[in-house]
């Protein structure tokens, strides 16, 4: 009997032990709450979270008692060296230049000194810098025809031009005529650029327009920071045909860099006259039709001759040169920059470009009417300072990726 108790008693030991053991292994379930609960911030009594808020440029009036808002992702980008911002806000931003009568850069100028309107509207300036850059800018020199007589001028003027930049500053040189011809890499080596400029030889045809296209379309585009286009040439356009007038003037309001044409005169040269290029016949020989020659041969053969101004050859009306006149002058009206004329002296309009392009002031803000894609909008930009001329782009375009550029 008592063995029995005993085995009795050796099975509910057992059965105590075993039940132990799976209780101690049996895995716990823990129900968790897997809704992340917004941080709270001290002292921040609000029970919801905090409505995205647009991006505020640093140097702009901040609320002392307000808490910074925790980072959230946005599609701003900011280039670092360059003084333009796209945000996703419209905040529309500019190069401006402010001279005095005399053409000389105006420093020291401080926000509040800005005011900027929009479609007649003030706008509150929410953007501005100040500092002293490096640039890039493109030589287009045209080649056509029409310039032959004035080419050497051209090529000097040009490294006129290239001898004014600093170490920093980087240029490449483009040739036109009917075709466009990249005769140099982006550089600051001054020898190249030298080269570059003397090899320029001209074609037939001039494809002004579809010259300005290419410039803007394909290599703006790859240069960053600050940028500019001198041009060298009479504003006369002969061939272009994917391009004109007025899709390179709408191009010109939405590009990112200043032209600054500078206009030879070559009419009476296209019209028989003698040249003031100082160039000789074999390098440059004339068109045919040009010249006292071809006049003495047209009255032998008894035909009918018209010398001076209004000849009826493509690129030689008063018509065409009064349009490429006109051309030349909303190039720089519609991108900021300034128009010349080469019989002034370029020597100093060649430092004021640099000494503008590396010293630019930049200002933005946000428009109190964003508008829609497309849409053109007219902008001034005052000073509050007498006896100053402000340089700046008068338009912008509405861009379909809702960032506004005027300019940059």
Same mark, same amino acid.
């Given at each position: 009997?008592?063995?029995? +108790? &005993?085995?009795?008693?050796? &099975?509910?030991?057992?059965?105590?032990?075993?039940?132990?053991?799976?209780?101690?292994?049996?895995?716990?379930?823990?129900?968790?709450?897997?809704?992340?609960?917004?941080?709270?911030?001290?002292?921040?009594?609000?029970?919801?979270?905090?409505?995205?808020?647009? =991006?505020?440029?640093?140097?702009?009036?901040?609320?002392?008692? !307000?808490? =910074?808002?925790?980072?959230?992702?946005? #599609?701003?980008?900011?280039?670092?060296?360059?003084?333009?911002?796209?945000?996703?806000?419209?905040?529309?931003?500019?190069?401006?230049?402010?001279?005095?009568?005399?053409?000389?850069?105006?420093?020291?100028?401080?926000?509040?000194?800005?005011?900027?309107?929009?479609?007649?509207?003030?706008?509150?300036?929410?953007?501005?810098?100040?500092?002293?850059?490096?640039?890039?800018?493109?030589?287009?020199?045209?080649?056509?025809?029409?310039?032959?007589?004035?080419?050497?001028?051209?090529?000097?003027?040009?490294?006129?031009?290239?001898?004014?930049?600093?170490?920093?500053?980087?240029?490449?040189?483009? +040739?036109?005529?009917?075709?466009?011809?990249?005769?140099?890499?982006?550089?600051?080596?001054?020898?190249?650029?030298?080269?570059?400029? @003397?090899?320029?030889?001209?074609?037939?045809? !001039? /494809? *002004?327009?579809?010259?300005?296209?290419?410039?803007?379309?394909?290599? *703006?585009?790859?240069?960053?920071?600050?940028?500019?286009?001198?041009?060298?040439?009479?504003? $006369?356009?002969?061939?272009?045909?994917?391009?004109?007038?007025?899709?390179?003037?709408?191009?010109? #309001?939405?590009?990112?860099?200043?032209?600054?044409?500078?206009?030879?005169?070559?009419?009476?040269?296209?019209?028989?006259?003698?040249?003031?290029?100082?160039?000789?016949?074999?390098?440059?020989?004339?068109?045919?039709?040009?010249?006292?020659? +071809?006049? *003495?041969?047209?009255?032998?053969? /008894?035909?009918?001759?018209?010398?001076? @101004?209004?000849?009826?050859?493509?690129?030689?009306?008063?018509?065409?040169?009064? !349009?490429?006149?006109?051309?030349?002058?909303? *190039?720089?009206?519609?991108?900021?920059?300034?128009?010349?004329?080469?019989?002034?002296?370029?020597?100093?309009?060649?430092?004021?470009? +640099?000494?503008?392009?590396?010293?630019?002031?930049?200002?933005?803000?946000?428009?109190?009417?964003?508008?829609?894609?497309?849409? @053109?909008?007219?902008?001034?930009?005052?000073?509050?300072? =007498?006896?100053? $001329?402000?340089?700046?782009?008068?338009?912008?375009?509405?861009?379909?990726?809702?960032?506004?550029?005027?300019?940059?």
């Amino acid at each position: 009997m008592k063995k029995i +108790a &005993l085995v009795l008693a050796c &099975l509910g030991l057992l059965t105590v032990t075993v039940a132990a053991q799976s209780n101690r292994s049996r895995p716990r379930v823990v129900v968790t709450d897997n809704t992340t609960a917004p941080p709270t911030i001290k002292g921040d009594t609000n029970s919801i979270p905090t409505e995205r808020r647009a =991006p505020v440029l640093q140097g702009g009036k901040t609320n002392p008692t !307000t808490q =910074p808002t925790p980072p959230v992702e946005t #599609e701003e980008t900011v280039e670092a060296d360059d003084e333009v911002i796209r945000v996703e806000t419209n905040l529309v931003t500019m190069p401006v230049s402010v001279l005095d009568r005399d053409g000389r850069f105006i420093s020291g100028l401080q926000q509040k000194d800005f005011q900027i309107f929009e479609n007649g509207v003030a706008q509150k300036v929410e953007y501005f810098q100040s500092v002293e850059q490096p640039f890039t800018v493109i030589l287009m020199i045209d080649v056509s025809p029409s310039t032959k007589f004035k080419i050497d001028e051209i090529q000097d003027a040009a490294i006129a031009f290239v001898n004014q930049l600093r170490r920093d500053d980087k240029v490449q040189v483009i +040739a036109f005529d009917e075709k466009v011809h990249i005769l140099s890499p982006v550089t600051n080596d001054r020898r190249v650029l030298q080269n570059a400029i @003397r090899e320029s030889e001209f074609g037939d045809g !001039t /494809g *002004l327009y579809e010259a300005v296209d290419f410039v803007i379309d394909r290599q *703006l585009k790859q240069i960053q920071g600050r940028k500019a286009v001198v041009l060298f040439t009479d504003g $006369v356009d002969t061939t272009s045909k994917r391009s004109n007038y007025q899709s390179t003037i709408r191009q010109v #309001e939405e590009a990112e860099a200043l032209f600054y044409p500078v206009r030879y005169d070559t009419q009476d040269d296209m019209n028989g006259g003698w040249g003031g290029g100082g160039n000789s016949p074999t390098r440059y020989p004339r068109r045919s039709g040009g010249g006292w020659g +071809a006049i *003495l041969g047209t009255i032998l053969s /008894g035909g009918n001759v018209q010398i001076g @101004r209004g000849g009826g050859r493509s690129g030689s009306t008063n018509a065409e040169y009064e !349009t490429g006149r006109r051309y030349l002058e909303d *190039l720089a009206r519609y991108s900021g920059g300034r128009n010349f004329e080469a019989r002034n002296d370029l020597n100093a309009a060649f430092s004021g470009i +640099a000494e503008e392009l590396r010293r630019q002031y930049s200002i933005g803000y946000y428009p109190e009417s964003p508008g829609k894609p497309g849409d @053109r909008k007219q902008i001034r930009v005052r000073v509050m300072r =007498p006896n100053l $001329v402000v340089r700046a782009k008068t338009s912008y375009i509405v861009g379909a990726n809702n960032s506004n550029l005027a300019g940059k």
